[in-house]
């Protein structure tokens, strides 16, 4: 459920982290390229942490999701490996 995966994504968030910056968990359903890029746009995102798959850090194909957010993101984005079940 939404909810769940909500819990799951702010456990991922370290405990103090509200001391050191203003953090937006967000849980959005669609292109991800698209969302992405559209809700970072939003809520005017300073940084954009999203999860990837594997071997997605390798993939420059121009046509990947990760190469369409870094492209169209006005913001740095940081790839994190998902390491989640």
Sequence with gaps: SRDRIMHKLNQLLP???DQLCKT??????????TVI???A?????SLLVVGVRGRALSDHAPWS???HVVR????PVLGIVNHLP
């Design 15 to 17: 405990p103090d982290i």
């Design 41 to 45: 746009q939003a809520g005017c995102a």
């Design 37 to 39: 890029a559209t809700a």
């Design 65 to 67: 999701v990760l190469s």
């Design 72 to 75: 169209d993101a006005r913001c």
């Design 24 to 33: 937006r968990v967000r849980y959005e359903l669609g292109d991800p390229s």
